[in-house]
């Protein structure tokens, strides 16, 4: 080893890297930026998952609203409901045929 001696202060300040020492450096580099990535990739994840997880909720809240508003649909459709409630409600009876008039244009 060829070991050099200081002669001033600032030969004390000035860095002197050999190859290896840039090499562990870029080493060291690479694996905090690789981490802070993962970290973050990570992070993204959770967020992505908590939104999937929320709307799948909502979803199934939607299907079950849907299926009530069907089967509402269904009763207050109903043919013989209808009938029933324009006759006892509404007082509405089938014209006589003196009481129909045709429309022409």
Known sequence: ????TPETLSDYL???FGRDQ???LLII???VSSAVAVTYSVHKYRGYLNDLQRLQVQRDDLETQ???LLLEQHTWG???RVGTIAT???QMRTPSPQEIIMVRQ
């Open 29 to 31: 580099v690479t694996l």
């Open 66 to 68: 849907w299926g009530q």
């Open 14 to 16: 000035k860095p002197d």
């Open 22 to 24: 840039i090499l562990a």
């Open 1 to 4: 080893m060829n070991m050099k």
């Open 88 to 90: 006892e409600q509404l």
């Open 78 to 80: 109903a043919y013989g």
